[in-house]
Each structure stands twice: as structure tokens, then as C-alpha cells.
């Protein structure tokens, strides 16, 4: 099986922390951006195999833009989005999931694993 790629897309430091070490536990290998337009230049480079993006990012672009904006150049790429709060109603598309902050580990796992074990998730 190969190895799952996920880029995540989180501006807040602690809970950027928190998603990249819940991951990890779970031996995924992981690329952290704290903004969007860091995660563009890691999507312009297709490594990932899954996104998984804070709706509410700091900066000029949102979690929906980047998710847009990435699959652009990976139409396939399964989007996880994470939302406490979100001032624009979901736009959910094929392969995504929308997950309400809070949200435990297990949650955020079981995401992960929906999108990537369903054959969605190629390299």
C-alpha cells in the first residue's frame, strides 16, 4: 500500500500541532502549512494525497479557496475541511468531508480513513 501524503492547511499553531501529531501516531507522513498560500505551493508540487484545510484561514485565501485551488491541479484530491465557524455555507464536492471543530482524534482518523481506504486517494 503507499504511503498517504496529507497536507494540512490549519493558521492556528496549537491545533496545527494537534492534527500533524494525531496523524503521525497513526504513521501518516505529513506536511503542515500555516497559511494558504503555503499549501498552494506544496498542491502546485502534487505530493499529497489528501487535504485536509481549516475553512477560516488568516491570509488572502480561505480553506474553501485552497481546496479549489489544489484540485485544480488534482481534480481526485480527497479535501477533509475543518470548521468551528464558517461565515460561507459548505460547498462540499465528490471526495470531501466537512468535520466541526471540535473534533476528537478518533473523528479526524476516521475521516482520514474514509477518504483514503475508499480508493479515492491516489498518488
Known amino acids: 500500500m503507499p504511503q498517504v501524503i496529507i497536507l494540512v492547511v490549519e ?3 496549537l491545533v496545527r500541532e494537534f492534527v500533524v501529531e494525531t496523524l503521525r ?10 497559511d494558504g498560500e503555503e499549501a498552494l505551493k506544496w498542491c502546485r508540487q502534487r505530493i499529497a494525497n489528501l487535504l485536509i484545510t481549516d475553512v477560516k ?11 479549489e ?48 481506504d475508499g480508493g479515492l486517494a491516489s498518488p
Not at 57 to 67: I, K, T, Y
Open 11 to 13: 493558521d492556528d499553531p
Open 25 to 34: 501516531e497513526e504513521s501518516y507522513h505529513v506536511i503542515p502549512a500555516a
Open 57 to 67: 484561514l488568516s491570509g488572502p485565501f480561505d480553506g474553501w479557496q485552497v481546496a
Open 69 to 116: 485551488l489544489c484540485r485544480e491541479l488534482d481534480p481526485q484530491l480527497p479535501v477533509v475541511y475543518a470548521t468551528g465557524f464558517s461565515p460561507v455555507s459548505p460547498r462540499p464536492v465528490p471526495g470531501s468531508l466537512v468535520l466541526q471543530k471540535p473534533y476528537h482524534p478518533d473523528e479526524l482518523i476516521n475521516a482520514v480513513r474514509k477518504l483514503t
